[in-house]
């Protein structure tokens, strides 16, 4: 979608895939605390998935790096 767009530049593409494989849980996260359920669920799935997006980042980084 990047070379579609005429994005060329390593470091944008670079910085566009790190965008990507960080998890954007927080939006449910805030979903549930205005409607006062789930809210300790959905703080674990959160940050769980944020942990594995830090693991998956720096694998990728070193494959790719």
């Known amino acids: ?3 579609a767009l005429g994005l060329e530049d390593p470091n944008y593409l670079g910085a566009l895939a790190l965008f990507v494989f960080v998890p954007s849980g927080v939006g449910s996260f805030i ?3 205005q409607y006062g359920v789930y809210q300790s669920e959905t703080a674990a799935a959160v ?3 944020t942990l594995l997006s830090v693991l ?3 694998g990728v980084l070193m494959v790719f790096g």
């Open 31 to 33: 979903m549930a605390s």
């Open 56 to 58: 998956t980042v720096s």
């Open 1 to 3: 979608m990047a070379l």
């Open 47 to 49: 940050s769980l998935t």
